[in-house]
């Protein structure tokens, strides 16, 4: 799979966490450790040596969020909405700045 495949996944991951947790967190919080699980997998399979300065900050940026994002989801958000839309929010960013790779 290329970067911005990969990059496209980690970003549907965030949109579907995001959604799962905002429509029943409690219900879904099997899947959502799943798939936080697999996204972090993605994320640590990347180089970000190797992204353009362009997208590389934006790529810091996010990992340095998704640390305590991951955190607080698998331990359950206190305000899960909230929590949803800041996953959502990373999914649309990296979604739109994967042209960038």
């Not at 290329?2 to 579907?16: E, G, W």
């Not at 206190?78 to 929590?83: F, L, Q």
């Amino acid at each position: 799979m290329d970067t911005n495949a990969k990059i496209l996944d980690i970003a549907m991951n965030l949109n579907r966490i995001g959604n799962w947790a905002a429509d029943d967190y409690d219900a879904k919080r099997g899947r959502i450790k799943t798939f936080l699980g697999n996204t972090t997998t993605y994320i640590q399979s990347l180089d970000i040596s190797a992204f353009p300065t362009s997208f590389a900050e934006t790529f810091r940026d996010f990992t340095k969020d998704y640390s305590s994002l991951e955190k607080e989801g698998l331990n359950h958000p206190k305000d899960p909405i909230y929590w949803a839309e800041k996953m959502m929010t990373w999914g649309n960013i990296l979604t739109h700045r994967s042209k960038l790779v």
